[in-house]
């Protein structure tokens, strides 16, 4: 049986192909268009999913949209009408977009499937599962368990911003859903976009920016408290009430109503790329510490209802790796598997599982080691010949390596030399997450690797953090965290084995001073607040970059890098052998990696100064 899942026209598009329930390819169409979070119909995710698994659009027996259009369309009409007279500008704005393409959504899946390839429509058929059906899909079909339960938490759905449901065998009974307009997601949206991020993009800089925040400081717990009184009301059972004068997202253009925030925190809404001051930082500590509470609150419940010892994790709340590490730390559960996807793209996953399980009623065989994921390593990959043609069009100049062996000891030695690495391997991974094959790779011992990074590779903030790949035999020694992270969603401590003494007054200190403290011997995967976002490096699932992490090992006594994506800032990750060489040519790396082939940045023909990525992409 042969299903295709797809998630598109909001954010973060993708498509999936599901075979007799084994996941075959998966990816977003960010990465083949460029653009970043495409919204579009995902064409050629589509395109590269029937390739992969020899198949024409007429040989599938479904194909799956990740949520019911209707039923959205008629939570925005309600929503309108219970803010009337307010909303006017939203309603004008949304509905001509809706009436022509997104109500006929059916009509408009048949003619993009056009552009797909040839197809007969009376062999097409199309189904909708519910958005946060498709989520908790997307997390238990994939995971280790036979029974479990479901946390979906995100933005909004069609009316759900999160449920629990359990997960049993091939089976999933949703139990309970909070609805719009109250919505953690949505809550930790208008945070970001008051601090000066954008909003569905820039979430992950707030929690990143978080740790910053002053712990010991009186502010800190007057904005915990402000949110608690003012914009938030938190049930025992993980419920949330949010007070919508407050808030603009349900019928304006805007997610908050800034003079109400700035009476209520003291500080005008922050500018994008404008300066970040200690109280902003104190603020994005603050709602960490509020969304760490409801998830708690939320996992607990979910314990109450199902009575199992795990949990599955999906929707966008999901990649808050810092609730995720905090979560698992409470031993609420066993342990915890959150799909690496968790987002909408993951949805297309879920749409395609839910239906080969829940519609079609197949049996489920749970994975028996690690999960059905496969690393997550799901997208295209590329052979020599391709690697070969890109070498030939840009007259680069490269070193191939006759082996696996070869090359990674050589990049080892390249990487403890303190050179920064761009990495191109395999399969590209589905989600967020670069997971070491489409990856920038440096040594996590030099303390200036974070500096060099941010600034002149990612050409990025630099407040940012960077993740630590470890072989996962030797995770436990790096970090306070007894499961593993495969899919880079955990924080969790750095072990107190490589702690460096901080200044007594290091909370005090100005932020870059903060930042360039000493606090590790591994310096630069190590936060401000002592953690680091894990990603546990198997074998079994990645044998390349397992192998690449020993010979460091081997080298320099750590097996262990650092490891953030392959892309610019405002870039969505590198696809093919081309994209990864342009980046290269792009930025201040030193080595390209892509197979056993290696490119020398001093040994390239000079770089067309004019093909600066700042022109192409948008600051995210």
Request: glycine fraction near 6%; aromatic fraction near 12%; charge should be neutral.
């Amino acid at each position: 049986m042969n299903i295709l899942g797809i998630s598109a026209f909001y954010h973060d598009s993708a498509a999936a192909i599901v075979q007799n329930g084994k996941i075959i390819a998966a990816a977003q169409e960010e990465r083949f268009t460029r653009k970043k979070q495409d919204s579009s119909f995902p064409v050629n995710a589509s395109k590269f999913c029937l390739e992969q698994s020899g198949l024409s659009i007429d040989e599938l027996d479904a194909i799956v949209f990740y949520d019911k259009p209707l039923l959205k369309f008629e939570r925005l009409l309600e929503t309108y009408y219970g803010f009337v007279p307010k909303g006017l500008q939203s309603f004008i704005v949304a509905m001509p977009v809706w009436l022509k393409e997104k109500l006929f959504l059916k009509r408009l899946i048949y003619s993009e499937l056009g552009k797909v390839g040839d197809y007969d429509k009376k062999k097409v058929k199309l189904l909708f599962p519910e958005h946060h059906l498709s989520h908790a899909a997307s997390a238990f079909y994939p995971s280790p368990y036979e029974e479990a339960a479901i946390l979906t938490i995100d933005g909004v759905g069609e009316w759900a911003t999160a449920s629990i449901s359990h997960g049993k065998g091939s089976q999933i009974k949703i139990l309970k859903e909070l609805q719009f307009p109250h919505s953690l997601g949505l809550l930790y949206s208008a945070f970001t976009y008051f601090l000066g991020f954008k909003v569905n993009s820039g979430e992950y800089k707030l929690m990143g920016l978080a740790p910053y925040g002053n712990p010991h400081s009186k502010d800190v717990e007057r904005y915990i408290e402000t949110i608690k009184s003012e914009l938030i009301d938190i049930k025992e059972d993980g419920s949330i009430w949010l007070d919508q004068k407050y808030f603009n997202y349900a019928t304006g253009l805007r997610m908050v109503f800034d003079k109400k925030w700035e009476k209520l925190f003291g500080f005008p809404r922050r500018t994008a790329e404008s300066e970040l001051e200690q109280k902003h930082c104190n603020l994005a500590f603050a709602i960490q510490k509020v969304t760490e509470e409801v998830v708690h609150k939320m996992a607990e419940e979910a314990k109450r209802l199902t009575g199992t010892k795990y949990l599955c994790m999906a929707g966008g709340v999901a990649l808050n790796c810092v609730a995720n590490g905090k979560l698992l730390n409470s031993n609420i559960f066993e342990n915890i598997f959150i799909q690496p996807a968790a987002g909408d793209a993951g949805g297309s996953l879920g749409a395609a599982l839910a239906a080969y399980y829940l519609y079609y009623g197949k049996d489920r065989k749970v994975a028996e080691s690690f999960d059905d994921m496969q690393g997550s390593y799901l997208g295209p990959e590329f052979s020599d010949l391709d690697i070969i043609k890109t070498a030939k069009k840009f007259k680069a100049v490269y070193t191939k390596f006759d082996d696996v062996d070869s090359m990674t000891n050589k990049v080892a030695d390249l990487i403890s030399d303190g050179n920064v690495i761009g990495w191109h391997q395999g399969r590209m991974e589905f989600g967020p997450r670069a997971l070491g094959n489409r990856s920038i790779l440096g040594d996590s011992r030099n303390i200036e690797m974070q500096k060099k990074i941010n600034l002149k590779i990612k050409y990025r903030e630099s407040f940012r953090p960077f993740a630590p790949s470890v072989l996962a035999e030797d995770s436990p020694k790096y970090f306070d965290l007894e499961k593993d992270s495969p899919y880079m969603l955990l924080v969790a401590p750095i072990s107190d084995k490589i702690r460096a003494k901080v200044p007594d007054n290091y909370w005090e200190l100005p932020l870059r001073d903060r930042l360039y403290t000493l606090r590790s011997e591994l310096q630069s995967i190590t936060h401000v607040d002592f953690s680091g976002r894990v990603q546990s490096v198997h074998k079994a699932t990645n044998e390349r970059y397992w192998n690449l992490l020993k010979k460091l090992k081997e080298k320099t006594g750590h097996g262990i890098v650092i490891n953030t994506s392959f892309n610019v800032r405002g870039e969505p990750i590198v696809c093919t052998p081309e994209d990864s060489y342009r980046c290269f040519m792009r930025t201040e790396m030193d080595y390209l990696v892509i197979g056993n082939f290696v490119f020398n940045k001093k040994e390239q023909p000079e770089w067309d100064k004019k093909d600066n990525w700042q022109q192409e992409f948008a600051l995210d």
